[in-house]
């Protein structure tokens, strides 16, 4: 499986995900959306980790979706607990063939087909600090931003052509 395609244009494709992930994940924007969650894909974490799915809600509070597409793929992560300081509620997100016992009790589950997701568990919350959330937020806002420029230059369109 390719990691990384040097030959895309795209900059909100990174081309690190396997297709099932990416299924997962589109399921996943689709029920947040709904939720009315601003979602970031891929963002970089103060401790060098990488989030799957970073979420804001209407009312500030900050998630990480970890997505998990295999029991494997489950078993040979176990980076997932240095998410906990960047965020509010920590969840797992998987798929219909992956078996939802084998998650931590102590995190919110979501299960995705694709074409949206359903929450199987709530995460228990655990506030974040403020200087700690101001960090995040302020990360997820520029981050996004800097997505949104590359996508807008990689149209090699000029407002004038638009």
Known sequence: MTRVSIANSNPLIDGRQSARAMMVRRGL??????????TLP????ANGRRADLVTVSE?????????????????VDRKWPDYRAYCDRLFFATHKDVPLEIFPEDCGLLLSDGYGAHLMRDA??????PATRKAVMLNFARASAHRLTMAEWATGRTFDEM
Not at 42 to 45: P, Q, S
Not at 59 to 75: A, L, P, Q, Y
Not at 124 to 129: F, G, K
């Open 124 to 129: 228990p919350e655990h506030r974040l600090p």
């Open 59 to 75: 009312k500030g509070e900050i998630w990480i979706i970890e997505i998990k597409t295999s029991i494997e793929d489950f078993r």
């Open 29 to 38: 924007q689709i029920l947040l959306t709904d939720m009315r969650h601003a």
């Open 42 to 45: 891929e963002l970089a974490l």
